[in-house]
């Protein structure tokens, strides 16, 4: 699950990931670090100055680096899956979809630190029918499964 939350997120395919797309990569795999300690993990991986068009200048992480992160954090915070299904649960309707807007809410209720450029992000990033989200795609991307295919607008 880890090389393909990498493989996902390094999406100019260049080996690397930048401290923002770690950040996403952990959200889809079921973590929940905050900027302060993914910040202190990112640097105790020993990240590179990246010289890719993609990352210029900027530090990044490959995929061995970006492993050790994981392990490190998963060390120390454990993961938010189950938490998760049962909140979705809770907010979903009978077919099994959950307004993206009560999502939203929900998440910052729960205490979930993540900027509304993230959640928009992370939103993003999922398949929407007539503003709602199957609950199954969003416990998927908690559970860092692979990518729900598009939705078709019918």
């Not at 990498?6 to 990931?17: E, K, T």
């Not at 993914?38 to 105790?44: C, P, Y």
């Not at 990246?50 to 900027?58: F, I, L, Q, R, V």
């Not at 899956?81 to 959950?98: H, N």
């Amino acid at each position: 699950m880890d090389a393909e939350a990498f493989g996902y997120h390094d999406r100019d395919a260049d080996g690397l990931l930048a401290l923002n797309e770690v950040f996403l990569a952990a959200r889809s795999l079921g973590l929940t670090p905050d900027k302060l300690e993914l910040e202190r993990l990112f640097a105790g991986a020993k990240p590179r100055r990246a010289s890719t068009s993609a990352h210029p200048g900027e530090e990044a992480l490959d995929r061995t680096q970006f492993g050790i992160l994981l392990a490190r954090l998963r060390q120390i915070q454990p993961s938010v899956v189950g938490d998760a299904k049962v909140a979705l649960e809770a907010f979903s309707d009978q077919d099994g979809l959950i307004d993206a807007g009560e999502l939203r809410h929900a998440l910052g209720v729960m205490g979930q630190q993540m900027s509304a450029q993230e959640l928009d992000e992370c939103l993003a990033q999922l398949p929407e029918q007539k503003g709602k989200l199957k609950a199954a795609d969003v416990l998927g991307y908690v559970a860092g499964e692979e990518r729900p295919a598009d939705v078709d607008d019918a």
